[in-house]
């Protein structure tokens, strides 16, 4: 059923296959200043101010890519936004003043913010209301896969942050060429059909995807600081343990986040997106709080990153899923809407929580409640959800439109 060739011109299960390969691609993006960061801050003077530029990076890519791929089809954009994330981590590799590295690290955010949205709405147009939820959480399978290996060879070799750079380039340079080839669906909308980037805004008329970008906003924090901030909250509270084993956390948040979109995809089959949805969410305010409890225990740091992992990556297959509902004919907009929300709230949170870790933060010890921060995330969510289910719920079945 799901491998399935489309009557559409299109090969679905190779379209999916790509669709999963981008989203491991963006893995790296939202994984790689958490894995970079501490060993690059050694060696490069001012690179801690670097995030809040892969942010707006993404940003960038999310804002422009809804409504040129409603009109314009998926191909162009997933193969150059994964060289442009290729390209900037070619730029890490081969400059080292700081402004080539802030053009780097805009590439590799425009590149992977293209990747989120695009991927998202892919699946979302190939796969109907029966096995949309359950794809998007399998789509989820795959952002965990590039997570880990991402982490994986930064922790193997964190004394030279250049190898996994080269590595992650040269895969995704090859597969982004490999996409060339690949039939994709075309283009909903046609020439005749006047609908831009600033017409795509008129969709916050909706109550659905208003309330849903509010949700996004404080999910887009929470992602944000857990998976950027966490290694250096560990290293600089007191008595805070290894670098190396700092590190090792963000292996473990990507095996919870792996083991939950697991779980997901069973709750989404037998369509409990609601218990999910509080029940993971709860599971991710356990981990933050373990986290502010045991600051400097190694089974605290891999406990408390695993939980997080496992709560955190609930909310963009439920969520999606319910747009999906409703957006039809403007999939690609409504989705690059609520991910650019979201994006502005991770670039709110690493702009405000990368100066928790500043020097002078650090010796006041503001580090120390840098999991509360997580805490107040995690239960601002769960209080906005109910509103977007009831409006999901009340307009079930439509295909809503400009």
Not at 41 to 69: F, K
Not at 150 to 157: A, F, G, Q, R, S
Not at 199 to 211: E, G, M, N, P, T
Not at 375 to 390: L, T, Y
Request: hydrophobic residues 55%; charged residues 10%.
């Amino acid at each position: 059923m799901i491998m399935e060739k489309t009557e559409k011109g299109y090969p679905r299960a190779l379209v999916a296959a790509a669709a999963f390969l981008g989203c491991a691609f963006f893995g790296v993006t939202m994984f790689f200043w958490g894995a970079m960061l501490p060993s690059l801050a050694n060696t490069i003077e001012g690179v801690q101010n670097l995030p809040w530029i892969l942010t707006l990076g993404i940003i960038a890519g999310t804002m422009i890519c809804g409504a040129v791929m409603d009109r314009y089809g998926y191909k162009l954009l997933l193969v150059c936004s994964s060289f442009a994330l290729a390209l900037g981590l070619c730029g890490f590799i081969f400059c080292s003043q700081l402004w080539q590295l802030v053009i780097s690290a805009f590439l590799i955010g425009a590149g992977g913010g293209v990747l989120n949205s695009e991927t998202i709405a892919i699946i979302s147009d190939i796969y109907g209301d029966d096995l949309r939820g359950t794809m998007l959480s399998i789509l989820g399978f795959s952002y965990c896969v590039g997570s880990l290996l991402w982490t994986l060879i930064c922790t193997v070799w964190s004394y030279d942050p250049m190898i996994p750079m080269q590595w992650s380039a040269a895969v995704i340079a090859f597969l982004s060429f490999a996409f060339i080839f690949i039939p994709f669906p075309k283009a909903k909308l046609t020439k005749d059909d006047k609908f831009s980037l600033v017409d795509s805004v008129k969709l916050f008329k909706y109550h659905i995807l208003a309330i849903a970008g509010l949700l996004f906003f404080f999910q887009g924090v929470l992602e944000a600081i857990s998976a950027n901030y966490s290694t250096s909250y560990f290293i600089n509270v007191e008595n805070g343990i290894d670098l190396r084993v700092a590190l090792k956390s963000l292996i473990y948040m990507t095996l919870g986040m792996t083991a939950g979109r697991f779980v997901l995809t069973i709750c989404l089959l037998f369509r409990l997106r609601k218990v999910a949805m509080f029940l993971f969410m709860s599971i991710a305010f356990a981990g933050a709080l373990l986290q502010f409890v045991m600051p400097s225990s190694q089974i605290g740091a891999f406990v408390s990153m695993t939980l997080l992992g496992f709560g955190i990556g609930v909310t963009a297959p439920v969520i999606f899923d319910y747009l999906g509902q409703v957006f039809k004919r403007h999939s690609g907009a409504a989705v690059s809407l609520s991910v650019v929300v979201a994006q502005v709230g991770m670039l709110i949170g690493n702009f405000l929580v990368g100066k928790m870790f500043l020097p002078a933060s650090v010796e006041a010890g503001l580090p120390r409640f840098f999991p509360l921060v997580m805490c107040v995330m995690v239960v601002a969510v769960c209080i906005i959800f109910p509103f977007v289910a009831r409006s999901s719920d009340s307009a079930k079945n439509k295909d809503l439109n400009l």
